[in-house]
């Protein structure tokens, strides 16, 4: 199979097209022949080698890549799932897994980490929802805010944000969120309640709001230490890039990791269930063949992208 992969850690220019043997799904495990592979900042993190010590050591090469979207291929032996080979599904894939990840034309997930697509969309669509939605889930369930409660939104905007914004309003909660001038527009289309200038000074435009802050914020910029200010005494605060504080005045810290819940089936069924529901909106800025992932890659780090760039697998 191809793929888009790197042999050693770079900026954009260390990912290329490579030949890999065709993966083989064992038991409890699916193939999917991916169409589909969103574009996410881990994805970036991983190709510049900042959490290199996650590959345990494995040589390369690796390949980027954690939202998938296509048909089911081949089902291992013993898998106890409902899926058949034809059924187009999306998966969360482990990049830093020995099998490598979704920016490949075939891969292997846990049978749990797989899900039917929401019905009417389309590939490319349906690949930016599960780990974003799922990252937000666990975000918002770690910080538990009861309904009525509220909780503050950084980087509303982007893939997290969005989520978080749209989840939180299901859950009836009050939503403050931040956004540049251009986007106080969408960010109050996902549901936000009060929209203020994002910024280094955000925690101050959020206790204007809430004088005795917010109940929980959760941090999809890493605001880190520059947010805790917005929360109360004894809130939550949830954040996405392993953060460890200081924050003070008995606020909750929790750090969330999308992998430590992607095989929560259960979950990822609900996630596309909202999303077919209409509760959460799938947006895709851009989509380009995956032989131009770098392109890609340096989209992403220009910053002012909304909604996910995705790379076409079945265009090389």
Known sequence: MRAIGL??????????????????????????RVHAAAVNPTDTMLRAGVVKAWFEGRPGPYVPGMDAAGVVDAIGPDTDTALRAGDRVIAIVQAYGPRGGAYAELVVAPAESVVPMPPG???????????????????????????????????????????????????????????????????????????????????????????????????????????????????????????????????RLHKVFVTDAATDHARLLRLRDQATAGELTLRVADVLPADRAADAHRRLAEGGVRGRLVLDITAF
């Open 121 to 251: 969309v389309d590939f490319p669509a349906a690949s930016t929802l599960l780990m974003n939605a799922l990252a937000a889930r666990l975000a918002l369930d770690a910080v538990a805010v009861p309904a009525g409660g509220t909780v503050a939104v950084t980087g509303a905007a982007g893939a997290l944000g969005g989520y978080a914004v749209q989840l939180a309003k299901t859950e009836g909660l009050r939503v403050f969120a931040d956004a540049s001038e251009a986007d106080v527009g969408l960010v109050r289309e996902l549901g936000a309640d009060e929209v203020v200038p994002r910024g280094d000074d955000v925690a101050a435009r959020f206790r204007a709001l809430a004088p005795d802050g917010v109940d929980a914020v959760i941090d999809g910029a890493a605001q880190h230490e520059l947010i805790v200010a917005a929360v109360r005494d004894g809130g939550g605060l949830a954040v996405v890039r392993g953060w460890d504080g200081p924050v003070g005045r008995d606020v």
């Open 7 to 32: 042999i050693e850690f770079g900026g954009p220019e260390v990912l290329r097209v490579i030949d890999l043997p065709d993966p083989v799904p064992g038991p409890g495990e699916v193939r999917v």
